[in-house]
């Protein structure tokens, strides 16, 4: 993380200036379903995500009926301090399928980001993604290395994963976070079936790989 993680004020002006010069600057979704999540996290994964160096994003986020008086008041208050974030109450709890696809509705970007209530992405996150899409105009999957946090905020366990490997996906779920879906073919294939939760993301990963080419990952 010290060496290879941690950016300087060098580092941030020189990701500024390329964004500058992005030829395009797609607008990236970012979607979050909730239920009764700690207010200290969801509170951890909004602020990584108003924190970004690149600006052109839309949180949306889905509350799955939740019962915690002190996250809607929380959640309600969000669009009012951020235009680019809309937030959905669910009527019943649907559970994390049925959840997901009401926040999916709400996104208009090309690409749609998916991102756990108690995930946090840092601040050049979403600078990495629009410079790969830049990059890579016919790409239509993206997915990161990952950490996981410890109750201290102590980053753990990381996940340094390999160039699209078919055969080790089909052994675990390799995308998970932060893994980018052209919002086209997230729709087309249906999004997030219920039943499969608790591994809906891997059932989306699954079917939308069969609706595109490898080099296009």
Same mark, same amino acid.
């Given at each position: 993380v010290r060496r290879f993680d941690t950016l300087?004020?060098?580092?941030?002006?020189?990701?500024? !200036?390329?964004?500058?010069?992005?030829?395009?600057?797609?607008?990236?979704?970012?979607?979050?379903?909730? +239920?009764?999540?700690?207010?200290?996290?969801?509170?951890?994964?909004?602020?990584?995500?108003? !924190?970004?160096? +690149?600006?052109?994003?839309?949180?949306?986020?889905? %509350? %799955?009926?939740?019962?915690? %008086?002190?996250?809607?008041? +929380?959640?309600?208050?969000?669009?009012?301090?951020?235009?680019?974030?809309?937030?959905?109450?669910?009527?019943?709890?649907?559970?994390?399928?049925?959840?997901?696809?009401?926040?999916?509705?709400?996104?208009?970007?090309?690409?749609?980001?998916?991102?756990?209530h108690d995930d946090v992405i840092p601040e050049h996150a979403l600078f990495h993604v629009a410079d790969a899409i830049n990059r890579n105009p016919d790409a239509q999957l993206i997915y990161s290395d990952e950490d996981k946090l410890s109750e201290s905020g102590t980053r753990v366990n990381p996940y340094f994963k390999s160039d699209w490997n078919r055969d080790l996906f089909y052994s675990h779920n390799l995308i998970t976070h932060l893994g980018v879906y052209r919002r086209d073919i997230l729709n087309d294939i249906g999004g997030f079936r219920i039943g499969f939760e608790g591994a809906q993301d891997y059932d989306v990963a699954l079917r939308f790989i069969e609706k595109i080419d490898a080099q296009n990952i």
């Open positions: 300087s004020d060098t580092d941030r002006k020189h990701i500024k !200036n390329a964004i500058d010069e992005m030829a395009q600057k797609p607008l990236l979704s970012v979607l979050m379903p909730t +239920y009764n999540t700690k207010l200290e996290w969801i509170k951890a994964a909004v602020n990584s995500v108003l !924190n970004q160096l +690149y600006e052109n994003w839309e949180l949306c986020i889905a %509350d %799955d009926a939740s019962t915690s %008086d002190e996250l809607k008041q +929380y959640l309600t208050e969000l669009p009012e301090s951020d235009t680019r974030i809309t937030v959905v109450f669910r009527r019943e709890n649907g559970h994390i399928s049925a959840a997901s696809n009401s926040a999916l509705e709400l996104c208009t970007g090309d690409w749609v980001a998916l991102m756990d």
